[in-house]
């Protein structure tokens, strides 16, 4: 397949400092040798130099490509109301999510894992693109659709009774166990690459209450089995702590949210090993803008009831030793801003190191992809390189100090590199 977009491949990258994510340390002067789209060595010093194109990236400190673990690539930003989403059709969807996916991977983003859009294997259509390089973005793991009960919290929700909803939107609506399984093999058939269950109500789901369970322990646990029969897991959505202790138990790898988690809930997690990946930072978008667009007085009490209590969740599940995914709703805020929320993980506890271990090492082994998340032989010359001019004191020799400024300057990022090649 011929690369219409992305730049010719380096052949490696000279690094000023060099983040290892791994030892938690920062190497001043590293070489990134590369082979195709993979790195091939990581070298002291930078008097090697491959036969190629060498990018020079003395100035900036080099990170690996980060991941987020929770976007919504396809389709509109959140407007407030799903009436929205029924005057958008699916090629609007896609195009709007070529769009998207370009924003994504500018701010840095190599790899997502895209947990859901409302017509079903939009996301998946993408991926494809994005594969073949028809498109620019970022390596995608695609949810395909939401498992969620009649009228849950991933149903197009809020209209009269008598008005219909296409079936697209509706393909992974299940009320039983059976009904479960049966959804499950739908979305991987369709080409997912997991299933995001809706375990609980959603805030921004008309009529649905985000303290409320919406399915049982042993319908979750259908999804986790016949998954695992595909090979792959299930990220459940829950918000509320009775939802979340259910979806743990039943084995699904990550809790999306976990606004209401209470201790036990979170203790449950720590010992199950389940991911919590809460999007701590779009809280604050959503209040700012839902105000200013006049959002439904029931969605923007949700908002506030969430946003503060999903925060104290994440400092006591820091506490209490959960594993931590970064991953940010982005599509509830515009594509593209996803990197403020590694400050927003310092601000709540994390150390600047762990905050970007989150979006990198945690996030690949939440994906069980050991194809990205580190710089090392045979995994994806994927990077993110930011100049020390931004505000970075990387000459400092504390490696702590380089980090946390690091998560503070994230940001104003220079250059993004997927594959060994430029992004641009
Ligand atoms: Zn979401």
Redesign the pocket.
């Known amino acids: 397949m011929t690369r219409l977009v992305a730049g010719d491949p380096f052949v490696a990258a000279h690094c000023g400092w060099l983040v290892d994510v791994v030892t938690g340390t920062v190497t001043p002067n590293v070489t990134l040798v590369f082979d195709g789209d993979r790195v091939a060595d990581v070298l002291a010093g930078d008097a090697v130099t491959p036969e190629g194109p060498i990018l020079d990236l003395t100035g900036c400190v080099v990170t690996p490509g980060l991941i987020d673990l929770?976007t919504?690539l396809a389709g509109i930003e959140e407007s407030g109301s799903y009436g929205d989403l029924l005057v958008e059709s699916q090629a609007d969807d896609a195009l709007v999510g070529v769009h998207n996916a370009r924003r994504t991977i500018e701010a840095g983003f190599t790899t997502v894992r895209d947990?859901?859009c409302f017509r079903a294997f939009t996301d998946v259509s993408m991926r494809k693109a994005i594969d073949n390089g028809w498109i620019v973005g970022p390596r995608m793991h695609c949810a395909g659709a939401y498992v969620t009960c009649t009228g849950g919290g991933g149903e197009v929700t809020g209209f009269t009774p008598d008005v219909g909803v296409p079936d697209a939107m509706r393909l992974g609506v299940a009320d039983s166990v059976d009904e479960v399984r049966r959804a499950v093999r739908r979305i991987m058939a369709g080409g997912a690459d997991f299933i995001k269950v809706i375990a609980t109500g959603a805030v921004l789901a008309p009529g649905t209450n985000p303290g409320a369970p919406e399915f049982t322990e042993d319908e979750i646990r259908g999804a986790v089995d016949e998954a695992a029969n595909y090979g792959t897991v299930v990220a459940a959505?829950a918000h509320g702590a009775e939802g979340i202790k259910l979806a743990p138990r039943a084995g699904v790898r990550s809790i999306?949210?976990g606004s209401f988690a209470d201790d036990e809930a979170l203790a449950l997690m720590a010992d199950r090993d389940t991911y919590l990946v809460a999007?701590v930072w779009a809280g604050d978008w959503m209040e700012e803008e839902g105000r200013k667009k006049e959002w439904p007085e029931a969605t923007m009490r949700k908002v506030i009831d969430t946003t503060e209590t999903q925060r104290d969740a994440f400092r006591r599940a820091l506490g209490l030793g959960v594993r931590i995914g970064f991953g940010t709703?982005s599509?509830?805020y515009p594509h593209g801003m996803n990197v403020h929320q590694l400050a927003k993980h310092v601000e709540l506890g994390m150390t600047p190191i762990a905050a970007i271990r989150s979006a990198t090492l945690w996030a690949s082994e939440c994906l069980d992809n050991d194809e990205v998340g580190i710089l090392e032989p045979g995994r994806y010359a994927d990077l993110v390189a930011i100049e020390v001019d931004a505000g970075i004191d990387a000459r400092s020799t504390d490696a702590a100090e380089v980090l946390s400024d690091l998560t503070q300057f994230a940001s104003q990022m220079r250059h993004v590199v997927k594959g060994a090649a430029l992004v641009r």
């Open positions: 929770h919504h947990v859901g959505h999306e949210h999007d709703d599509g509830i």
